[in-house]
């Protein structure tokens, strides 16, 4: 337990609150909450951030705590970890809810830091969902981190860089915390089980194993949903049996439907979609279902989906079949006429064609090998032969002259230039040998051939 100068006693809100099983011994209190870690060892996963030799836990043991984003999915332990952070730091623990707090609260905490300063303590302020701070509220932190009167653990599920202030980001380390794996949250659960003092172990609870799977499949690496499913499932069995035995419907029952981790503004967002789109990229439909479900389901648009596979369609499927960009534009026509859920169905099928249809990203790499070359050399003329002569003026002055009508010629295929005399040999598109465009492909070469037959018998 840390030690906390007398001049602040019982009264200080802050010591009351220093060590992270400051909630333990309240009875009342959710399971999730009365089995917080009491050390660094009982903290369970994050290896990557609190393994042995890490630079965070030479920090630590070296008793000093740098200014941090802790940022993660919820229930990964942010707010746990802050609290044992402050404990190992013999710091004084002021909490604050961005979602509740303004800048008043922090100058009162700054109003404190300053007094235990003087005491010779050190204060640690850890903002809870610090990405609902705005600019000003960020702004009146910055000074005290920067002058070391205050060491800042902001917590947040949203991506800092976005949402944090790149001056105080800049005086923080961003620590990434991941979603527990399923070994983790079988201890958890394992230890919750057992722990007669803060968990169920005071009564005989027994977890069949097939419920244990489903608990930790459907927990989605959240520690907090997976302890307080088990809690509720172990009370509501222990209603009907002195001994309870938890099964599949208990645990199923106890999270009801389980809400999906989504952010249609947030990372998940973006992180899914790119997996769809990568999925139908790299020609698994399975994948590509599997991710399309996950944001339906969660509440994204489906015309969002809908855009993203028509864009798919011209960037990665492009002329290797050129009816995918119907399929496409027919799947987000179909959705918007249904509407959901039935507009799952032309969405589904588009993103299986779309999956299994051969890919080409010429359409890509041909705009942008053009488009090289508009920036590098700009304004380049047109030829006069292509420019259009609307007037008597432009006539005379040799605008249209000798361009030849491609009808006229046989395969209405004729030897002309039809870029700018500086890149006159310049090729953006080389088709690929996928699907459709393979045809495409040999109809090029035989273009190329014939024009090149046509110049050695003319003899230039």
């Known amino acids: 337990m840390s030690q906390q100068p007398e001049l602040f006693g019982a009264g200080d809100p802050a010591v009351q609150r220093t060590v992270a099983h400051a909630h333990a011994a309240d009875a009342h209190a959710p399971l999730a909450t009365?089995?917080?870690?009491?050390?660094?060892?009982?903290?369970?996963?994050?290896?990557?951030?609190?393994?042995?030799?890490?630079?965070?836990?030479?920090?630590?043991?070296?008793?000093?705590?740098?200014?941090?984003?802790?940022?993660?999915?919820?229930?990964?332990?942010?707010?746990?970890?802050?609290?044992?952070?402050?404990?190992?730091?013999?710091?004084?623990?002021?909490?604050?809810?961005?979602?509740?707090?303004?800048?008043?609260?922090?100058?009162?905490?700054?109003?404190?830091?300053?007094?235990?300063?003087?005491?010779?303590?050190?204060?640690?302020?850890?903002?809870?969902?610090?990405?609902?701070?705005?600019?000003?509220?960020?702004?009146?932190?910055?000074?005290?981190?920067?002058?070391?009167?205050?060491?800042?653990?902001?917590?947040?599920?949203?991506?800092?860089?976005?949402?944090?202030?790149?001056?105080?980001?800049?005086?923080?380390?961003?620590?990434?915390?991941?979603?527990?794996?399923?070994?983790?949250?079988?201890?958890?659960?394992?230890?919750?089980?057992?722990?007669?003092e803060r968990g169920l172990g005071s009564r005989p609870v027994q977890l069949e194993d097939s419920a244990r799977a489903r608990l930790i499949s459907l927990s989605g690496g959240d520690a907090r949903v997976a302890l307080n499913a088990l809690e509720l499932a172990a009370q509501a069995v222990a209603r009907d049996s002195d001994a309870a035995t938890v099964t599949d419907r208990d645990i199923e029952g106890a999270l009801q439907q389980p809400a999906l981790l989504y952010d249609r503004a947030g990372d998940q967002h973006y992180w899914l979609i790119s997996a769809f789109i990568k999925s139908l990229r790299g020609s698994d439909p399975d994948a590509a279902v599997y991710w399309m479900a996950r944001m339906l389901e969660a509440g994204e648009d489906p015309l969002f989906v809908a855009r993203r596979m028509v864009i798919l369609a011209a960037e990665d499927v492009g002329l290797a079949d050129p009816q995918a960009l119907t399929v496409a534009v027919a799947a987000q026509q179909a959705a918007h006429f249904v509407g959901m859920p039935e507009g799952y169905l032309p969405l589904t099928e588009a993103a299986l064609y779309l999956a299994t249809a051969p890919k080409s990203n010429t359409a890509l790499t041909a705009y942008t090998s053009a488009l090289e070359d508009v920036r590098a050399t700009l304004h380049q003329p047109v030829p006069l032969h292509l420019r259009n002569a609307v007037t008597g003026l432009q006539r005379a002055m040799g605008f249209g002259s000798g361009y030849r009508y491609s009808h006229a010629y046989d395969d209405a295929v004729v030897e002309q230039q039809y870029l700018p005399d500086s890149l006159a040999d310049r090729r953006y598109y080389a088709p690929t040998r996928q699907g459709a465009e393979a045809r495409v492909a040999e109809r090029l070469d035989a273009i190329r051939q014939e024009l090149a037959r046509r110049r050695q018998a003319s003899g230039s």
Do not use: C
């Open 34 to 196: 009365r089995m917080r870690p009491r050390t660094l060892d009982e903290f369970v996963g994050q290896g990557h951030v609190l393994g042995e030799g890490s630079v965070l836990r030479r920090a630590v043991a070296g008793g000093e705590v740098p200014s941090m984003i802790l940022w993660g999915p919820p229930g990964t332990g942010k707010t746990t970890l802050a609290m044992l952070l402050a404990d190992l730091s013999s710091a004084a623990f002021e909490p604050v809810s961005a979602a509740t707090a303004g800048v008043a609260d922090l100058r009162a905490v700054v109003q404190r830091a300053r007094e235990r300063q003087r005491a010779g303590a050190r204060t640690l302020l850890f903002i809870d969902e610090i990405h609902r701070f705005n600019k000003t509220q960020q702004d009146a932190v910055l000074p005290h981190v920067e002058s070391g009167l205050l060491t800042l653990l902001g917590a947040t599920t949203e991506n800092p860089s976005f949402e944090v202030n790149s001056a105080l980001l800049s005086r923080t380390r961003v620590v990434r915390l991941e979603a527990l794996e399923p070994a983790d949250l079988d201890t958890l659960i394992t230890r919750a089980l057992a722990d007669g």
